[in-house]
């Protein structure tokens, strides 16, 4: 599932948030997102989803432009932040919900919530509370499962290890690294972890004001040595 | 330190405050001071005018206060009554905080609330000597209650809650057995001992208030569930407001204010009024929703909207859903039809006519809907809510105008055709309507996505 951008800018006022001529995210590929607050990175992905209108330019998604044809959305799975969750229900019953929206029956949820049980530590499923009540932690691990309970073509996570606990962390990075093998999933991923997004990373994105300075190919950490360049000398 | 909780405490007021929420607690506030003042003039007149001895009644009404002033503040008054962590975590000594919750005490809007609403009353039957004197017995009787409810709201768990109500009551008997004192002792000895007894009263209660222990722990314990296991995206609709206070305090309490009406305006005969109350009756629980639609969504609009789920079906589940909430009232209103003397067809008339055509009527506010806060509290809260449409009730003024106009201008059994027609028609046309809606709403989604955000 191929991504493509074109001339895409987000102005707020006079404000040009993000600034991106012309990006390519082929099939399969494993993209993250690097920079420093405001550079852009979940305006970016908002932009992905058709959650804020584009000032100029377009995504296409699989050569639909998102904002113009709504096919994206059945094999896309994403979660930016707690917007993505209703608080009133219990874990089961999200999931429940979203197994509803992209019709997958009972069995293949229950069997895809068992490939995630790792994640969940006994902590989420079965505890009876609705998740307004989980802590951020657990939160964001019921966000980002709920994104992958899909199997989804396209992934889409914003910050999928803040909050989390380090054996999480781990288990996050392992479980988006293979769905992308095995799946052959496109994954956007944005985080301030550089040793995980480098770690997992086919290629990395690193913006700064809204701009794409760097696109880095990124294989068994290549890029590593460049980013943390990058960031010991940016101000 | 008590000088610092207090600047905290008036730089969030001032950076809270909202001329929205100013304006409606303003105008539910000027409606009860109507109301109050036509009593008031309809009493004085009634007992010819005269405003000698009339202070003596003042003790009376204090204490005829007492119940319904600490149940009013039971529902209406929430303070912070322990310390959040950031304060916690500073060192503020526990005596400036309970000072400072005694001062806050003083100032808060539901203390003053029945002393003002009873203001007319001291303006125009008591002679101007004792007007100010008379406006603070009532005063300090509410303050008494501010105080015992704060002291209420810190205690945890029933052990330290039920003093406050047994000595609610306690003091209820002492301000009673004192208030008859006003027949044999002068008013202005009467007064100072009723101050008095109300500062000991409040002195009591801080006391106790002092004593309290109380951590500001959050309560992610499990829950008992409302209603388990459905996930369908009509299951949200009512899932959504049997697991939010907010919702399901307003879709109950007004609906039941409503039919009690319904009954209690039958000994005055049929007319505007009744028709009046049999709608808001089956028409307030859609009513109360509907004022909001997408304000629950608004919560997770980001998440429905980037899975394939069509906004048209969210809004004709919403739709439906409004409809079968008019039924349960519909049925509790029903045995009016062996009470009075009603024509039976009345009821699945209105039933239709609210249904059909004045839930369809709703349906638009989804295009300038706010989140609407789903965990806080109901009443007079006005968090989500459109001063153009919420707010002064427009939504519900068209359809109550032309059901209640119907029956008022034209004989019952045209009325009745009329109003079959229009529910009838709006069943006929909620389709087309909701796609217009939903088409309207698509167009200009990214602007509803930021209020939702905002």
Redesign the interface.
């Given at each position: 599932m191929e991504f493509k951008i074109q001339n895409l800018v987000k102005q707020y006022g006079k404000n040009t948030v993000l600034d991106i001529p012309e990006l390519t995210i082929g099939s399969g590929e494993l993209v993250g997102l690097v920079g420093n607050n405001g550079a852009g990175k979940t305006t970016l992905m908002r932009l992905m989803?058709?959650?804020?209108?584009a000032t100029e330019g377009y995504v296409e998604s699989d050569g639909q432009r998102v904002e113009e044809d709504?096919t994206w959305?059945?094999h896309?799975g994403?979660f930016?932040?707690g917007?993505?969750?209703?608080?009133?229900?219990?874990p089961e019953?999200?999931?429940?919900?979203?197994?509803?929206?992209?019709q997958l029956s009972k069995d293949t949820l229950d069997a895809r919530l068992e490939e995630y049980r790792s994640l969940m530590h006994d902590e989420i499923l079965g505890?009876?509370?609705?998740l307004?009540?989980?802590?951020e932690g657990n939160r964001q691990k019921i966000g980002i499962i709920g994104a992958m309970l899909i199997n989804p073509k396209v992934l889409i996570l914003d910050e999928p290890f803040n909050y989390l606990d380090p054996t999480s962390q781990i288990t996050v990075a392992k479980l988006i690294r293979q769905m992308n093998e095995q799946l052959g999933t496109t994954v956007i991923i944005s985080s301030h972890n550089l040793s995980f997004v480098s770690e997992i990373s086919t290629r990395i994105l690193l913006l700064e004001k809204g701009v794409i300075i760097k696109d880095l190919p990124n294989h068994d950490g290549s890029a590593t040595r460049e980013l943390e360049d990058y960031f010991q000398t940016a101000e | 330190m008590l000088k610092l909780l207090l600047k905290l405490w008036i730089d969030q007021k001032r950076r809270d405050f909202k001329w929205g929420r100013f304006f409606g607690q303003a105008y539910f506030f000027a409606l009860f001071m109507m109301i109050s003042i036509i009593i008031t003039i309809a009493v004085r007149d009634e007992s010819g005018g005269s405003k000698e001895g009339a202070e003596i009644a003042v003790s009376f009404i204090a204490v005829a206060i007492i119940v319904p002033d600490f149940l009013n503040k039971l529902l209406m008054k929430h303070d912070e009554t322990v310390m959040d962590h950031y304060l916690k975590s500073k060192p503020i000594p526990a005596r400036d905080w309970n000072r400072f919750l005694l001062i806050t005490n003083f100032v808060n809007l539901w203390n003053w609330a029945l002393p003002v609403i009873l203001l007319p009353f001291c303006l125009l039957c008591l002679k101007w000597s004792v007007m100010l004197p008379s406006f603070l017995m009532l005063l300090a009787v509410s303050m008494v209650g501010g105080v015992a409810i704060t002291a209420f709201r810190r205690a945890k768990g029933w052990s330290n809650k039920w003093p406050i109500p047994v000595a609610m009551l306690i003091w209820l008997i002492i301000a009673s057995a004192y208030s008859m004192t006003v027949l044999i002792m002068p008013w202005w000895a009467h007064l100072i001992g009723f101050l008095l007894l109300c500062a000991g009263a409040i002195a009591v209660f801080y006391d106790y208030l002092c004593d309290l222990r109380r951590y500001n722990e959050s309560q992610a314990k499990a829950s008992k569930l409302f209603l388990k296991g459905s996930s369908s995206l009509f299951s949200m609709e009512y899932i959504s407001v049997l697991r939010s206070k907010r919702l399901r305090v307003a879709v109950i309490i007004l609906p039941l204010i409503f039919i009690f009406n319904s009954y209690t305006q039958l000994p005055q005969g049929i007319g505007p009024m009744f028709y009046m109350m049999l709608m808001f009756a089956i028409y307030a629980p859609s009513m109360m929703l509907g004022q909001w639609v997408f304000g629950i969504e608004g919560n997770y609009f980001d998440g429905l909207w980037t899975k394939p789920i069509n906004i048209r079906t969210i809004l004709t589940n919403k739709y439906w859903f409004c409809v079968l909430l008019n039924i349960l009232p519909t049925l509790l209103v029903l045995p009016i039809i062996w009470i009075g003397d009603v024509s039976p067809w009345l009821f699945p008339v209105t039933w239709l006519f609210t249904a059909g055509l004045a839930n369809l009527m709703l349906m638009p506010t989804a295009l300038i809907s706010s989140r609407i806060e789903l965990f806080q509290s109901a009443f007079f809260n006005y968090q989500g809510a459109s001063m153009a449409v919420n707010m002064y009730g427009f939504v519900v003024i068209i359809p109550m105008a032309i059901y209640v106009l119907c029956l008022w201008l034209l004989s019952l059994t045209t009325a009745l055709i009329v109003l079959a027609v229009a529910g009838v028609i709006g069943f006929a046309l909620h389709k087309v309507v909701i796609d217009w809606i939903a088409c309207r709403y698509e167009q200009n989604r990214y602007k509803n996505f930021e209020r939702y955000r905002s």
């Open positions: 989803l058709d959650l804020i209108e709504d959305k059945q896309t994403s930016i932040d917007h993505f969750l209703i608080d009133f229900y219990t019953e999200y999931f429940g919900f979203i197994a509803r929206a992209y505890t009876r509370k609705y307004r009540q989980f802590s | -």
